[in-house]
Each structure stands twice: as C-alpha cells, then as structure tokens.
C-alpha cells in the first residue's frame, strides 16, 4: 500500500457523527406499579407454595421466581429525569437516544443511561498573561455563559465536555487578546479597551466555532479582567497621562485661538481701538498667556506706551 493510500485511509473519518435524537421510553410510574404488584404476587406465590408439597410446590416456587425476574426487570428500567438535566441511553456500546422529558420514565433495563446537565452554566477563566497585537503584556479573563444543546455530541465527541469548554475558552481569550492592542491610542482601530463590544462579540464567535463540535451553544462571553501587566503598569499610565495632557493642551490652544479671533473682530467692528500690527501681535500675545497658562495670571498696568 502506497503513503498515498495510507495518508487517505487516515483522513477519513472514523464513522458518520452522532447527533442528538429522542429516546425510546414509557411512562415509569406503570412499570413501578406493576413491579411492586409483581413482588407482592411473587411473595404471596412463595407462601402458598410452602403450604404445598410435590409438582405444585415446585411450580409455585417458579411461578415466584418469574415474577421476581419480572418485577426487578420492571424496576430495573426505572429513570428518573430532573428537570435541566437529561439522560443519554446507550445499549451496548451504541447510542439509542435522549430523555429529555422531567419525571420518572421507564427505557430499556440493560441500557446505560449517562447523565448530562441541559442547564446554563457560567465559566470563568483563568486570568492570563497576554502580549497584545502591539506586544504590550496585559492581563486578561472571561467570563463564558453556556449550555449543552446536542447531548450526544457532549457525550461522544469529546472525552469531558466541561474540560474541554474550559480549554477551548482560554484559548479563544488569548487568541483574541494577541490579535488586538490594548488601547488604539486614537488611530481608530479596534482595541480591547475602547471596543469592548466588539472585542466580545469577536470572543463569542471564535469561541462558539470552537466548542460546537461538542454540542455546546454560546449564549455570552464577557471580559471581566483587562490591564497591563504589573511589569508596565506605571510606564503605560504615563504614557496615558501625557496623551491626555496633550489633547488638552491641543483644545485648550484652539479655543484661546478662536476667543482671540473673536476680540479682535469685535474690536475692529465696534470701532473700540484702532490697532496696528504690532499691537495686535503683542495683544494676541498677552490674550494666549492669559488663556493657556495653567496658574491665574497676574494683571500688570503699562502706564507708559507701547513703544518706551
């Protein structure tokens, strides 16, 4: 047989998928009824039968021995179903289907009835060091709400299905934590902290690719923890502050600019004071000092001209 062949008999897959589908079963309360029934008989049969001598006798005693065999058949297949939970029914090796319907039902006595909880669960991740997109290293954790939907798929795809969305969800975090910087420092770009919707819509769909072969449905994915590292901590927060420092800086400045351009248009249309060049520089001048100075500014009265 050639590498070829070998390689395409081991690329194909092992059998069709297991999908979910409902269980053969009956009402439990009847079987119960009639198992205690059958053991009631089965005693009464075993007391006559002691009354009793010859071929009689030994036909009571097998008479009582059926209706044991009966009766523990009978409540043997007896499955209680608690609501949010489900039971997977396996019959020698292979899967017969899924009880989904609360209350006690009765299937199969030699069939395995494995149980998987339907309801929704809350997963927190562990929180993980990170570089992000930038290289920056951050801290990072989830939080993931989900729930089984397709119980074979829980039961049969993966070895433990709960381990399984615990492995798959740090990954995804740290896959989306690398792919995006911490702070897009106004490029506009997508960020973890300025499009945190974004980010966890992103986080839900990588996520939900990667655990549907386990039957698991994402409902939704939050972060609960995102900074930089204690390494960089103090160094980002100054970076931080000087951007901040100097966007106010730029505001401040374009709006002493236009209060500026409004008093001299003022002056000039009201006809207040006739200024030349010069004292509109010094004018503008001593306007900008007063408007973007941080500390109040002292007044200082020229009582000589502009020019001495």
């Not at 709400?145 to 969800?169: C, G, L, M, P, S």
């Amino acid at each position: 047989m050639t590498a070829v062949a070998i390689d395409a008999e081991m690329s194909q897959p092992a059998g069709p998928p297991v999908s979910e589908h409902p269980a053969r079963f009956t009402s439990g309360l009847l079987m119960l009824m009639g198992g205690v029934i059958g053991i009631i008989a089965g005693v009464v049969v075993i007391v006559i039968g002691g009354h009793q001598s010859g071929g009689l006798r030994a036909g009571l005693i097998v008479l009582a021995v059926l209706l044991f065999l009966g009766s523990a058949t009978a409540l043997g297949g007896l499955t209680p179903i608690q609501p949010g939970k489900a039971r997977v029914v396996q019959l020698f090796g292979r899967y017969r289907g899924t009880i989904r319907e609360s209350g006690l039902q009765w299937v199969n006595p030699f069939t395995k009835r494995i149980e998987v909880s339907t309801r929704i669960r809350n997963l927190e991740s562990a929180q993980a060091k990170v570089n992000d997109a930038d290289g920056n290293p951050i801290e990072i954790a989830a939080v993931v709400v989900w729930e089984v939907r397709d119980t074979a798929k829980a039961v049969y795809a993966v070895d433990n299905y709960t381990h399984f969305v615990t492995i798959q969800t740090e990954t995804a975090v740290r896959h989306i934590a690398s792919s995006y910087p911490y702070d897009s420092r106004g490029s506009g770009a997508l960020s973890l902290r300025d499009n945190a919707d974004e980010i966890t819509s992103r986080l839900s769909a990588e996520l939900t690719d990667r655990v549907i072969a386990a039957g698991v449905r994402i409902i939704e994915t939050r972060l609960t923890r995102l900074s930089y590292a204690s390494e960089i901590a103090q160094a980002m927060l100054r970076q931080q502050a000087a951007s901040a420092i100097v966007g106010a800086r730029q505001r401040i400045v374009e709006g002493a600019v236009g209060m500026v351009q409004m008093a001299l248009q003022k002056l000039e249309d009201e006809g207040v004071v006739e200024l030349d060049e010069e004292r509109k520089a010094a004018m503008v001048s001593n306007l900008l000092v007063v408007l973007c100075s941080e500390q109040a500014t002292q007044q200082v009265v020229n009582t000589g001209s502009l020019y001495s």
